[in-house]
């Protein structure tokens, strides 16, 4: 089975600009989320959908939004780019509920 | 709200030692636990789960974790390490039915010398 893939894996931006970054999750699962990663804040939770809704949400300004595709597929969107924006994004996907987190290798963003 | 604390942020260890990575949490609610470990440019890979049930859990690689409710932790060990179990290690936590919104710690870098 393949495993949870993310687009593109490097991204460069310019302040100001915006990004969709992709991610497509393992065949079957219906959970997808998203965690952003940097070395001063750590790991942290943007959101969550299951079946094409948001479950959940983490503590990120509007900027930072996300969608998923009936086919799970989930892209996430951030607008108005910062420089503290830079960061490893990673993708999670998962069976349901409660059931561990299989990570994709992430999209390194830098914002200049 | 919850939080988990890994107090040490490196620890260097001699191969074929063993090793512990201390991990606490708190949160108002039960909880599931996890261990997480990332390579260098790479995701996240899953070691162990405690979700309910025995309370010392074995994961892959030949690590365990024990899960302790009275002094909320839930400390990783591998009796023996090997050079290539150099990477950081996270634990989080996840409220029971709370969907999949992960709380990580701030991570432990495993230095593993020959």
């Known amino acids: 089975k393949a495993g949870v893939t993310q687009t593109p894996r490097y991204l460069i931006k310019t302040r100001g600009q915006q990004v969709t970054l992709s991610c497509s999750p393992i065949?079957?699962?219906?959970?997808v989320s998203w965690y952003q990663q940097t070395p001063g804040q750590g790991l942290q939770f943007l959101f969550e959908?299951?079946?094409?809704?948001?479950?959940n949400k983490g503590n990120f300004p509007g900027r930072f939004s996300g969608r998923q595709f009936s086919n799970s597929r989930s892209e996430m969107n951030v607008s108005t780019l910062e420089l503290g924006d830079s960061a490893l994004y990673l993708c999670?996907?998962?069976?349901?509920?409660?059931?561990?987190?299989?990570f994709g290798n992430g999209t390194r963003l830098t914002v200049t | 709200a919850q939080s988990v604390t890994q107090l040490d942020s490196q620890v260097p260890v001699f191969e074929e030692a063993p090793v512990e990575l201390r991990c606490n949490y708190s949160?108002?609610?039960?909880?599931?636990l996890f261990w997480y470990v990332q390579y260098p440019n790479q995701g996240l890979q899953l070691l162990l789960k405690?979700?309910?049930?025995?309370?010392l859990v074995k994961g892959i690689n030949g690590f365990e974790a024990e899960f302790n409710k009275s002094q909320t932790s839930f400390h990783l060990r591998k009796p023996s390490v090997h050079i290539s179990d150099t990477a950081e290690y996270f634990c989080?936590?996840?409220?029971?039915?709370?969907?999949?919104?992960?709380?990580f710690g701030t991570g432990t870098q495993l230095k593993v010398e020959l």
């Open positions: 065949s079957g699962h219906r959970s």
């Open positions: 405690y979700l309910s049930g025995s309370t």
């Open positions: 999670a996907s998962s069976s349901g509920q409660d059931s561990p987190l299989h």
């Open positions: 959908y299951f079946s094409e809704t948001q479950r």
């Open positions: 949160s108002s609610v039960s909880v599931y």
């Open positions: 989080a936590v996840s409220d029971r039915g709370g969907g999949n919104k992960l709380t």
